[in-house]
C-alpha cells in the first residue's frame, strides 16, 4: 500500500509503475494537446526561460531580456561570449508568442546540447495552500508518465522530487504557516512564489520546437487550473494514460475542450477571447 496523505488518497506503492508506457505516450500527450488560434488568451499568465549554449548571432526578441548563463558549457568549439545565453519573456497573456516563435526557429539552426533547459512559470499566486499540495501530489503522479516528454539527459538543475519530499511538503501546506519549499532546483519549483508568484516547471530539456513548446505550456497551464477548479488526490489517482489525463483537463481545466486534441476555436469555456498582442 501507498503512503496515506492528509486527504485519504495514497501513493501507488511504486510510482514506476504508474509511469508504465510513458515513453508510449509521453510525446502523444504533448502533440495531441489543444493549440489555440493566434490572437487567443491563455487561461492564466505566463512566462517562459529559455537557456541556450548555442545561442551564437541569435538575437533577443523585443521586450524580452537574455542575460549570460554560466552554468552551460557552449555548443560551439571555438567559445564566444554570448554563446550561452537566458532569454526571459516578459509577461505573457496569449498561448502564442512572438519572440518564442522567433528564437525556436533561430536557436534550431544553430549547434545545441544537453547542457540547456527551458523553464515555463505560471500564475499561481491565487491558490490556496490545499490548492497548491493538490498540484505537488497531482503532479507526482502524473510526471512519470510524462518524463521522457522532457526530452532531457540530465538532472542537475531539476531533480525530481521523492514521495517523502512531496509527503513532506504536503504536510507544511496543510498547516498553512512557514512553509519551507525546498530547494528550487526540482522539476515543480514552488519556490518561486514567494518572489514571483508563480509555480516554475523547470523539466524541459532543449527543445526548440515552436509548436511543441506551446503546447507544453499549456499543459503547465492547465496543471495548475485543475487544482485551481477542485481536483482532489483521488482525482489525480485516475491519470494513468493520455485518455485519463485528457478526462482531468475536460473536467477540471479551463483549455481542454471535449473534442479533438488538437486545433482550438479561440474560445475558452466557450467565450470568444482575444489577446492584445504576442511578443
Not at 84 to 95: G, R, T, Y
Not at 158 to 182: F, H, I, P, T
Request: glycine share 10%; aromatic share 8%; charged share 20%.
Amino acid at each position: 500500500s501507498g503512503a496515506r496523505l492528509r486527504c485519504g488518497a495514497a501513493f501507488p506503492s511504486s510510482l514506476a509503475d504508474r509511469g508504465a508506457g510513458g515513453a508510449q505516450y509521453c510525446c502523444v500527450i504533448i502533440d495531441n494537446l489543444p493549440a489555440a488560434g493566434h490572437g487567443t488568451v491563455s487561461s492564466r499568465k505566463w512566462g517562459i526561460e529559455v537557456e541556450s549554449a548555442g545561442a551564437r548571432g541569435v538575437d533577443t526578441p523585443a521586450g524580452w531580456r537574455s542575460v549570460s548563463d554560466g552554468s552551460l558549457s557552449s555548443a560551439y568549439s571555438d567559445y564566444q561570449s554570448g554563446d550561452c545565453q537566458e532569454f526571459v519573456s516578459p509577461i505573457l497573456h496569449s498561448f502564442h508568442s512572438k519572440g518564442l516563435e522567433y528564437l525556436t526557429d533561430s536557436l534550431a539552426k544553430n549547434p545545441q546540447n544537453n547542457t540547456a533547459g527551458l523553464h515555463v512559470h505560471v500564475e499561481a499566486s491565487d491558490l490556496t495552500p490545499p490548492q497548491l499540495g493538490a498540484i505537488v501530489f497531482g503532479y507526482q503522479i502524473i510526471e512519470p508518465m510524462i518524463q521522457a516528454a522532457y526530452h532531457r539527459e540530465t538532472y542537475q538543475y531539476c531533480n525530481l522530487r521523492s514521495n517523502a519530499d512531496v509527503l513532506r511538503l504536503m504536510k507544511a501546506l496543510s498547516k498553512s504557516q512557514g512553509v519551507d519549499y525546498g530547494t528550487r532546483y526540482t522539476t515543480l519549483n514552488l519556490c518561486s512564489l514567494e518572489e514571483h508568484g508563480t509555480i516554475e516547471f523547470r523539466a524541459m530539456g532543449p527543445v526548440y520546437e515552436y509548436e511543441y513548446l506551446i503546447r507544453w505550456a499549456s499543459f503547465c497551464r492547465e496543471i495548475v487550473n485543475t487544482a485551481k477548479n477542485g481536483a482532489t488526490a483521488k482525482d489525480y489517482q485516475k491519470v494513468v494514460d493520455e485518455a485519463s489525463l485528457r478526462a482531468l483537463f475536460i473536467r477540471f481545466g479551463n483549455e481542454t475542450v471535449d473534442t479533438a486534441m488538437s486545433e482550438r476555436d479561440g474560445t475558452i469555456r466557450g467565450v470568444q477571447v482575444k489577446d492584445k498582442g504576442t511578443v
